[in-house]
Every structure is written in C-alpha cells, then in structure tokens.
C-alpha cells in the first residue's frame, strides 16, 4: 500500500452524515450508525410482544460477501448509498433492479453487516410462489396426526404453526429485520398486489391461532430462523420497526403502478473494474494480486454476453491451480466455458 492511498477514516469523512449504510459490507465501527433514526409518523408501527434480537448468520454472509477486513473495501456509488439510505428512514421497501450478475442481492447482506441487524431473511420467489408461503405454514396434517397418536397429550395450534421470512421480518422487534424478497419478476402476475396490504399496514392474521385465541391468548410458533420461536397475541403478527426490505428483480416483467408507488427504485449498473477488483479481495484475498488482464477480459465479454459476478471469482480460483495464462489456447477454450452467457437465464 503506498502512502497515497486512503485510509478508512479519510473515506468515512467523504461520507454524507445521514448515511448509515455505506455499501463497503464493513462493520460499522462508529456506533452512532447503529442507531437508526425514527421513521416518518406515517411508518410507526407499535407491535407487541417485543422479540429477542436474531442471531447472526456470519457463514451465510461471508458466502455472499467475503471478508469484511480487507483493505481497500468496496466503494458503493452515490446512487446506491442515498437509495439505500432513503429506503432505511422511510421504511419503504427498495426495489433493485439490474442483469443477472449485478450484485443486487447483496445489497441485503450489506446492509445487515455494516448495521449489526442480524439474519437476512431470504424469500426466494418463483411462478408458484404465493403470499401465504413468505407469511406463515400450517400443519394441519401434521397435528391431525399428532391428535390420533396421542390423544390425551396437550396439543397447542402454534406448535403447528411456522412463520415465514416475511412473517418473521414483521416480528416485533427494536431494530428492523433485513428480508431479502429475490427475484418478484418470477412470481405471479398477483403476488406483487398481494404484498401491498401487508406491508402497508405491517401486520397480518394468522386465523388458525385466531380461531383459538380466546383459549390460547399467547401463542408461540416457529419462526424462520433456525432453531427459534415467537410468542403471536391474539392470533396476529404486528411488527414494530417495519423491515429493510430489497427486492430484486432481472426485469423480466413490469410491476403494477400502485406496487411501484410504495417503493423506491434502484437499478443497478453492471460492477466496475474498481468494484469487482474489491470483490476478488474480499472473497479471495490470496489470488486477488490486481490481475487487472482477466478483470479486463471479464468485462470486455461482458459487453456483448451477460455474466455474472461469481463466474469472475471461479476464474480467479482456477488462476490459483496454475492454470491461468492469456495465451494458452487451452485456457482460453476453458474460460469461454466458464464465462457462458446468462442472457437464456433469465
């Protein structure tokens, strides 16, 4: 590292004061980022019980996006950071969009990381995905079995009851969860109208637990996060901190207007040399010696075939066995291979 380049403190000083997301997926180091501050009046929400804070998920995340300690970290745009940033005060779902390889659901990991909010919860949305399924399951077969296995055994409705990743998200608890909704473009032309309701008012019956709530006041099911319950009153899931929530979408489909209305919009460029340079570092420290040829090669591909970031890194990888060498027919027939278009996948 030489002496010009900047140190953290001097890229924290460029920052905007009201940003707490700074998009390098770095812990924040300055506490008073970890304190969000209160959303609009028309974004309060008052739900009960409070929730314990979720735990972290700290293999899930360096999957996603590599280690936080290496230095120089990733430079996000200003486009991004002020959206993201709007997203969070106003408690207004984001809505990323980009090509396939953009590296917009890491938006949701890096928010989580650098503000210390635990978990992401990742609601992976295909054609048959419907809003009931991100909400919460009901095992009714499963208790009906229970009941003539045993019948004189006490048999509580939530023991059969488990949310979902949005109905986990809209828990009670001090600090939003992050919800990672990927790829709505798949779902049915419903599910975006469907959403609406629920995350404008931040809550949603659960009329199993309704229908019994006059016996069992407090209820306690499964959550989406593994091993863990929650304590429902009255049947009825009411949040506190509304969600970060980003969605992603490949643009294979227009949304509703109404939909579009309650979200802000984020459309992502494809990574820059700088950003997937910072990438290679962060996943692969050992093989990240600039190699400025094959992040050039990578990107000039790019221009007419649709890649993704991660097939950067498997090059990169495979640099590390020897195989790399510009010249090298064989590498260059291996990496054509590795660098197949997505443009069919999407």
């Known amino acids: 590292m030489t002496s010009a380049a900047p140190r953290l403190r001097d890229l924290d000083d460029q920052r905007p004061s009201w940003w707490h997301y700074h998009g390098d997926g770095v812990p924040a180091a300055d506490p008073s980022r970890l304190v969000l501050p209160d959303p609009p009046n028309w974004r309060l929400f008052e739900g009960e019980p409070v929730q314990p804070p979720p735990g972290e998920d700290s293999e899930e995340t360096e999957r996603k996006l590599g280690r936080p300690d290496v230095f120089p970290p990733r430079r996000a745009d200003r486009q991004e950071c ?19 390889g953009s590296g917009k659901s890491a938006i949701a990991f890096r928010v989580a990381r650098e503000l210390g909010l635990g978990r992401v919860l990742q ?14 399951e009901y095992d009714a077969i499963g208790r009906a079995q229970a009941v003539t296995s045993a019948p004189d055994a006490e048999r509580r409705t ?18 939003p969860r992050v919800l990672l909704v990927d790829e709505l473009d798949k779902s ?21 637990l309704v229908r019994v709530s006059r016996h069992e006041g407090e209820a306690s099911v499964y959550t989406d996060d593994p091993g863990a319950v929650a304590a ?33 919009l984020l459309e992502l460029p494809m990574p820059s040399a700088a950003d997937l340079a910072a990438m290679v570092r962060a ?23 649709v890649l993704a970031r991660d097939q950067l890194l498997n090059a990169f990888y495979l640099t590390n066995s020897g195989a790399y060498s510009q010249d090298d027919e064989a590498w260059q027939r291996l990496i054509t291979a590795i660098w197949h278009s997505l443009a069919q996948e999407r």
């Open 123 to 136: 609601w992976a949305i295909t054609s048959r995905t419907a809003l009931r399924s991100g909400l919460y």
């Open 158 to 175: 939530g023991d059969f009851v488990r949310l979902g990743p949005l109905g986990t998200a809209l828990l009670a608890y001090e600090r």
């Open 283 to 305: 996943q692969l420290p050992d093989a990240a010696d600039g190699r400025p040829d094959l992040i050039n090669d990578f990107l000039s591909r790019g221009t007419h075939d």
């Open 82 to 100: 002020d959206m993201v940033n709007a997203a969070i005060l106003l408690r207004r779902p984001l809505l990323v969009t980009g090509q396939p």
């Open 232 to 264: 429902i009153r009255e049947g009825r899931v009411r949040c506190r901190a509304f969600p970060i929530v980003v969605i992603t979408s490949n643009g294979e489909r227009e949304f509703p207007p109404a939909f579009l209305r309650r979200c802000l």
């Open 188 to 208: 049915d032309i419903d599910l975006p109208n469907d959403l609406l309701d629920v995350f404008e008012r931040g809550q949603f019956p659960i009329p199993e």
